[in-house]
């Protein structure tokens, strides 16, 4: 019950905030358009916000990606292993090996995250508040690879394919 509600949670998140930064991105972009053209006046602060916000977006949706088994996957040389067992260990390696370097990748931004004490140029925000949703996003990629890791490695897609 509890994990159920966790995930939930956390789909939420996903959603919301892939959803609502892509939003976001688009309105400050119409917006920027529109004052340069129209009123001949620029926002400074728009386009770090931009920046922030499409890593934002890419971290958040590729969770949300993998919940959804959006994302991109090769099968065509597992599925042509006549060995059901050889289709399931290469799986299980190609998930082991992509959990791994998620955990790499989020020890390593957590690491980037802590060191970004210097100021924006233009909104002189810590840099680190910027970079937070990198490890976030990993974080959630590892949480959605490990909910779906035993269904991933046994589910055969030979018989799809043929």
Known sequence: MFFKKLDKAISWIEDIVSGSCLAAIVVIAAVCVFGRYIFHIGFLWADEVNQTLLVAVGMFGSARAIRSNGHAEFTSFISNQKSR???IAMRALINILTVALLVFMFVISVQFTLG???????LRVPRMYFY???PMGF???IYEYLKTFKKKIL?????ENE
């Open 116 to 122: 970004g004490t210097m100021k924006s140029t233009v």
């Open 132 to 134: 937070m949703s990198i």
């Open 85 to 87: 067992t050889a289709r």
């Open 155 to 159: 589910t055969d897609t030979r018989s």
């Open 139 to 141: 974080g959630f990629c």
